[in-house]
Every structure is written in structure tokens, then in C-alpha cells.
């Protein structure tokens, strides 16, 4: 069983300088040889707006997600951003303290916030345990507070929720309202990418949560499932906010320059106007500037439609994997495959090894997965070749952890 001990020296591996994309990554459609100047003045340009549910807060359609991916954050609210997603596990909140920076030279009012603490869960007698304690998620929320250097987060949520028992468990929550009803968190949240269609609406049953940040894209093989459930949040007050909405960047992992149309992505995601807002990341200013000119017009064109493949279902093979966790209960040597293909994503999808690195480092492995088999018995409802991509992800294990950051 893991304890709080083993989580923190499993996250010192990341240090400062680690270099990487956030879980929901946005790069641009066409790599220009010729980066343009672009002139990103909010005046110059148009802007959708809608409210996250019962908070009151009107947002741009567009919002910033991090994961050290924080260099062109006052461009973004130069520019007419509003809300910033980050987390305390990013960087070893690292990331926190930018902001803090950040923020000093602005109003508290012209921004609004929101991070998290990754609540890594797994089984143990057909119990679902969480492997912080709720000392560790009073420690967290202080500490993002200090780090942030703010008297009050936005937004905080229990972060990586996959588990009802997980999001209605009654210590955390008292923990949550104490500092809710103190003003050091003006709202609270889950976040889910996993099992998403009940965390949702275990969520807005409640009557805690007022914001739910959901994994929402083309290509999720539960995508209508998903959207069944953010309407009813939506209907009943609950914030809905997008994550994940680039469906993995590339295609596949062997051509990388067959890119997912990124500004068709993210129109798919917003044409739902139960999605308040999304939260793609910028690395650089021409992906910001794609992101915000994607309000200038939310239909899908033809063309776009074609890319998406969304005649064939959002072509469910290739980088992206749903967490559908229907391959758990098949594999025999009992491996946690949903986080191995969220790894291999962030591999081979997002160029983030650190990240990939650190996704596996949560999880109990073998030292040769999948050597027992001589074939492998899950059926992948992507269609991944499971046994393929496990040997071929694991291999990060041996990498010695100063090849993997900045």
C-alpha cells in the first residue's frame, strides 16, 4: 500500500526546469517555417463568452491549461484570457510559483484561477483507497495558497477523479467546505478522465462541487455518453470546463507529421454550449493565436469535418486512449493499462517524456510486463495493440531520470 512518503519522493524526480506540454496540449494545425507578429490586443478581436454555471463567472470560450507551458502566460491575458488552469503537481509547483509572479503586477479581479491536487487512486480488496491522506490534502491546499502567493484560489479541485468513492469522500469534503466557508477557495471542483459520465454526475449530486473539468473530445469512444452527463450538470448549476480536447495531437505514433486539425478540435469541443470554457495549452504565441481565432467562427467546415474523420467516428485507433477501463477486469497479470496508454500518449503524442515518466512512476509494474503472455487477451475498445504499446511504453523505466528533464 502506498503512503504520502512514497507519492513525494515519487514526484522529486520532476525538478525545476522540466520541460514539457500540459495533459491538454495545443499546437498549431500548419508548422510555419515564418512565425508571424500578431497583435493579440483583445480590442482587435472577437470574443464568446459564457457563464460556469452557478459561479457567476463569464469566461472567454477559451481559457489557458498548463503543464510547464507558462512562457507566453501574460500574452494570454494580455490578450483577453480570463482563466488559468494549472496544478499543484506540475513542476513541483513550480508552475504555482510563476503565476505568483504573474499575478503580483495584476488585479485580483482581471483573473481567475484554478489548480488541483492529483488524487492517484487505486484497488485494494475491492475497496478503492486514494494514496493521499486528508492531512495531505490540507498540506496541498496550503500550499498552493503560499505558492500562488494569493489569499484565495478560484477553483480547486480534486484532481484525476476516476472513482465515485474518491469525490464523495466525506473527510475530504469536509476539509474542502472548512476552506470554502474560510474564503481561501471561492469554488470547488473534480477533474475527470476517466469514467467521466459518472464522476460527473456524482459530482453535481452532491451539492458540494460547483465546477466539474472533464476530459471531452472527437474522439472519446464515450463522447455521447460524456455529453448526456455535462447536460445534466449544466441543467443543474455545475461549471463545465474542457480538457483533453486535442484528442492526442497526432494521428498515430509512426506518422508524425499526419497532425490532428487542432483548431477543428477544439470548435468540436465548444459547438456544445454546455462547455463554458476549455482549457488548451500555448507553447508559443501563434498557438495562442489559433486557439482565440477559433471564436471567430465555431462551425465546422466541411473540410474540418473531413479531418476529424468525423464520418468515421473520430477514428478511434491511433494515440488517444478514452480510459474506458474496459480492459482492466480482462488482463490477467492485473495492469493498470488505462494509465500505461496515458503515458504512451504523452510519449509519443505530446513529446512530454517527463511526463510520460511520471504517469508510470504512480503505478505498481512488474520489471517485464507482459513477459508471462504469450499473446495478449485484451480486446482494446480503441482497437490498441495493448501488448505492443505496454513493452514499448515501459521501456522509459530504464531511462535514467536526467535524460528525461531540462
Known sequence: M??????????????????????????PSVIKKNIKTFNLQKKDRKFIYRTLGKTGIKLPIVSMGTYDATSVTNNALDAGIVHI??????????????????????????????????????????????????????????????????DHIDIYYLGGIKHKEIAVYEPYLEILQEYKKAGKLRFLGVTTHANEPEIIRTATDSGIYDVVLTAYNFRKTNREEIKKA???????????????????VYWDRKDKTKMINMKAALKWALQDENIHTAIPSFKNVEQLYEALSIMENLALSPEEKADLQLNQGGSPTGLFCSQCEECVPQCPADLDIPTLMRSYMYAYGYKNLAKA?????????????????????????SGFDIKRKVTDIVRIKAVPEEFLIG
Open 357 to 381: 515518466r511520471e504517469t508510470l512512476d504512480y503505478i505498481d509494474l512488474p520489471n517485464v510486463p507482459c513477459m508471462d503472455c504469450e499473446s495478449c487477451s485484451v480486446i482494446c475498445s
Open 2 to 27: 502506498r503512503n504520502d512518503t512514497v507519492i513525494k519522493s515519487r514526484r522529486n524526480f520532476i525538478r525545476s526546469g522540466l520541460t514539457g506540454l500540459a495533459g491538454a496540449i495545443f499546437v
Open 230 to 248: 455535462v447536460a445534466y450538470a449544466a441543467g443543474k448549476g455545475i461549471g463545465i470546463i474542457a480538457m483533453k480536447t486535442q484528442a492526442g
Open 85 to 150: 488552469d494549472t496544478s499543484s503537481d506540475y513542476n513541483e509547483g513550480n508552475d504555482e510559483r510563476m503565476f505568483g509572479e504573474v499575478f503580483k503586477n495584476r488585479p485580483r479581479d482581471s483573473f481567475v484561477i484554478g489548480t488541483s491536487v492529483g488524487m492517484w487512486q487505486y484497488r485494494e480488496a475491492d475497496q478503492i483507497k486514494n494514496a493521499i491522506s486528508a492531512k495531505t490534502l490540507r498540506d496541498y491546499i496550503e500550499g498552493s495558497l503560499q505558492r500562488l502567493d494569493l
